[in-house]
């Protein structure tokens, strides 16, 4: 008599105890009535290859990928996607069936359809888009920017060199900005996106000036610790529209659940209570 497995999914990271996505796919599982488990795991580098190999034999149908490993899984993946190709980092797991993991990147999915959702009147091709920062996050928000249509980034970091990088990687439509120069090309701008750690809990704040946001620009953080940062506060001020970064977050969750457990789930106030409780 053959028995069919509880699915198992889970979070890989170290550290990993403040991680929010077991709350996050527990509310899941807990409303629509679904057999399965999320756990968090901290594991340490020299066993991440090991234990990415055990865990399909465990009953794991996938994991999701924190810092410090996007990167890394990459080479522990059978089969890479395009778009985590591309932005040269790994964020959600599948375990198939054939013993293949298949690496995916959801981050800039998860962007794009938290700026849909908390701006609907948002029009990429409205304008340049302003990206400050130049890492992971940024790679993410960039290639999705471009794939929806946004005319032209303009492009500032605190270290330009991380940003020409970028320049050469995503070509033409990306513009490199003097990071003392980025509060004068906000004017310009239709979207203004933060993926830097500014202003996050316990990091320096960002002292880019704010004084030539537009109202009706659309700011967005992905800082969500704390919801409100100040680059959102004197957003709002200015009559911008503000998104904050919590729902990049809840966004990029949902192709990996509904790979693992069979259920496309729905990202809604519920859902940012529960995970801020």
Known sequence: MSLTRIPLAGVIGSPIAHSKSPRLHGHWLRKYGLAGHYVP????????????????????????????YKETVMELADLVTDRATLI?????LIFRKDGKIHADNTDGYGFIENLRQSAPHWAPASGPAVVLGAGGAARAVIASLLDVGVPQILLSNRTRIRADKLRTDFGHRVTVVEWVQAGNVMEDAATVINTTSLGMVGKPEMRVPLDGLRPGT????????????????????????????????????????ERWFGQRPQVDEALRAAVLR
């Open 41 to 68: 795991m901290d594991v340490a580098p020299e066993k991440l290859g090991q234990a990415l190999a055990m865990l399909p034999e465990l009953g794991f149908v996938g994991v999701n990928i924190t810092i410090p």
């Open 88 to 92: 040269g980092a790994a964020n959600t």
């Open 218 to 257: 659309v700011v967005n953080d992905l800082v969500y610790t704390p919801l409100e940062t100040r680059l959102l506060r004197v957003a709002a001020e200015q009559g911008c529209t503000v998104v904050d970064g919590l729902g990049m977050l809840l966004h990029q969750a949902v192709p990996g659940f």
